[in-house]
């Protein structure tokens, strides 16, 4: 697995974007990032880890939500400098605002737009 990880071009940080996409509609629902342990713990799991990069710190997407992310399959591109995880997103919601996709606003005439499907409260949710 290391040739594997270590086959990816990784930023100065260690890192590596990665878009989170449906796996059965093809919409992306977030993009993050991900370390060489994050990817081996996604591999060795079955369900997406990543790196945050504000909190310092691996995280199992879903572990204070529950919305878990099942990995369909992993690719990426030519220069392999960024991975599209295909995913079933479990419980609806990807963004930790509580819409199905982070990519829930739209420009329209010069103004953000909201046109997502929010899922759940935040709030409730994580109870902060």
């Known amino acids: 697995m ?7 071009k990784y930023d100065s940080a260690g890192l590596i974007p990665a878009l989170a996409q449906d796996a059965a509609t093809g919409e992306i ?14 591999l060795s799991t079955g369900e997406a880890h990543y790196w945050s990069r504000s909190r310092k710190k691996l995280w199992h997407k879903g572990e204070e939500s529950g919305n878990v992310q099942k990995v369909k399959e992993i690719r990426t591109d030519c220069d392999k400098d960024v991975l599209l995880v295909k995913i079933e997103q479990i419980g609806g919601a990807a963004c930790h605002t509580g819409y199905r996709s982070c990519f829930s606003w739209v420009l329209k005439d010069g103004v953000w737009s909201e046109e997502g499907v929010k899922v759940f409260d935040p709030k409730e949710k994580y109870h902060k």
């Open 2 to 8: 290391d040739e594997l990880l270590n086959s990816l």
């Open 29 to 42: 629902l977030m993009v993050a990032w991900m370390n060489a342990e994050s990817l081996r713990l996604t």
